[in-house]
């Protein structure tokens, strides 16, 4: 980074979280996050922008007379006005659950900085632009085509009233590119991403374009959509969606508010015995990797669900004071990096050949619009294709689906053996998905 400042925060930071104490507070944080980057945007196959960004902000979070309140500011010289509106507001702010924050415990270190990263320069960013779009128009130029890179570099301080005062950096990059090819009335939308903390074999200009060109020699053709209750393939990008509201479900809060639809669950085989989904805060140079939570609580390897049965909750320090339950480490009560566990028996190619009708879905329109927290969903197909005796014969139009995806992970789930590298999510067989048209 080339202006680093937390080292010459931190005592601030500190000092305002004393003042915070003097004023009243029974807890304060203050956290800051500055970062640098640079990025370039290719809009209809052509390099619209290469810019460089700058970013400051930070919060201050207190606790006075059992009330929370909070301000933030992007200005480092407003740090100590900002503590005195903080705690101001919280007088007249919302019941909080908790009265201090936690002293510091041990937490597992995860690295998320590196120097590789850093090396990429805004030259090889628009080269592999360039590469996307120019191997794009090879396949058709009449192509709409988009690409982009971007690099950040971060630092971030949080400091408590608890004693926790933890500094850490980051650096990440991201890789991206997407097509609309237009015939008529027709209109067909392909996108592919990446990215990580690391630079390593994922940034590939070569595997965005090999997902997009997949995606256009699918629906070269034109099929009727399936009818009746026939397997439907998730690849990983769209298992991790139907499994949104599931993950959801287990958030500590809802539960605590009694909105969940799995709160009178916990212990019990309520899912497939082939799901089994793990939390992972601690993979290296993962951008969800994470060290501690908001309150400064370590983070932990957390079984969610393991062969159907739930197995936590997940609680931030607030909601763990509504419910009565320990925290878990968790910001937002929602997990880091849930893994689902793969199958044991066929790969990702051999799911798919071992379907004889069924449909694959690449990408949902509308998806959250639906009363997504009960897990009830209705939503048109924007990307999808039949199979037919294991193999893909052509792109559906006009096609819906609908189901509740609790009761959908109730039934048997098939895994593949193999994940996608980033995610590391499997690809999935489910049934119970009602398809219209």
């Known amino acids: 980074m080339r202006t680093p400042i937390v080292d010459s925060m931190k005592d601030r930071l500190m ?21 640098e980057g640079r990025s370039c945007e290719f809009e ?9 960004q700058e970013t400051l902000s930070y919060t201050v979070s207190v606790v006075v007379d059992g009330r929370s309140g909070s301000t ?5 010289e407003d740090v100590e006005l900002m503590v005195e509106r903080a705690v101001e507001l919280a007088r007249v702010g919302s019941n909080a659950h908790f009265e201090t924050y936690p002293a510091p415990k041990p937490f597992v270190s995860v690295p998320k900085h590196s120097e590789s990263t850093l090396s990429l320069t805004r030259e090889r960013m628009i080269e592999a632009g360039h590469e996307i779009v120019d191997r794009l128009k090879s396949v058709d130029p009449e192509l709409d085509i988009g690409a982009g ?13 608890g004693g926790v005062c933890r500094a850490t950096t980051g650096t990440s990059w ?8 237009t015939q008529g009335t027709d209109m067909l939308f392909s996108q592919a991403w990446r990215s990580w903390c690391e630079l390593n074999e994922l940034f590939d200009p070569a595997w965005i374009c090999e997902r997009i060109e997949r995606d256009l020699r699918w629906a070269a053709d034109v099929a009727d959509p399936p009818k009746g209750d026939v397997p439907v393939y998730l690849p990983p990008s769209t298992l ?3 499994l949104s509201p599931v993950l959801a479900g287990l958030n500590g809060r809802s539960v605590a508010k009694g909105t969940s639809p799995l709160q009178e669950h916990l212990g019990e085989e309520y899912f497939t015995k082939d799901l089994t989904i793990i939390d992972e805060p601690h993979i290296p140079y993962c951008p969800q990797a994470a060290t501690m939570d908001s309150a400064g609580i370590p983070t932990q390897r957390t079984a969610l669900i393991e062969k159907g049965i739930i197995r936590t909750f997940l609680y931030d320090l607030d909601s763990a004071g509504l419910a009565g339950a320990e925290p878990t480490g968790h910001a937002g009560c929602s997990p880091y990096f849930p893994l689902v566990s793969p199958g044991t028996e066929m790969t990702s190619d051999e799911l798919l050949r071992s379907i004889d009708d069924g449909l694959y879905i690449s990408q949902l329109l509308g998806f959250g619009q639906s009363n997504i927290g009960n897990g009830d969903f209705s939503s048109n197909v924007a990307l999808g294709y039949r199979i037919r005796n294991g193999r893909i014969v052509g792109r559906v139009k ?19 053996t193999d994940v996608e590298p980033q995610s ?9 998905v009602s398809i219209s048209s």
């Open 398 to 416: 006009d096609t819906m689906v609908a189901g509740n995806l609790f009761e959908i992970f109730k039934n048997p789930v098939r895994l593949s």
């Open 44 to 52: 209809s196959g052509k390099l619209k922008a290469a810019d460089s």
């Open 15 to 35: 000092a305002g979280v004393d003042a915070a104490g003097k004023l009243g507070a029974s807890a304060a944080k203050i956290a800051l996050a500055h970062g």
């Open 174 to 181: 991201s890789l991206y590119g997407g097509i609309q090819r």
């Open 424 to 432: 590391r999510l499997p690809h999935a067989v489910v049934s119970g």
């Open 240 to 242: 991790g969606m139907f």
């Open 149 to 161: 890179a971007g690099l950040s570099d971060s630092e971030g301080i949080m400091v408590t009233s």
């Open 72 to 76: 933030s500011g992007n200005r480092a």
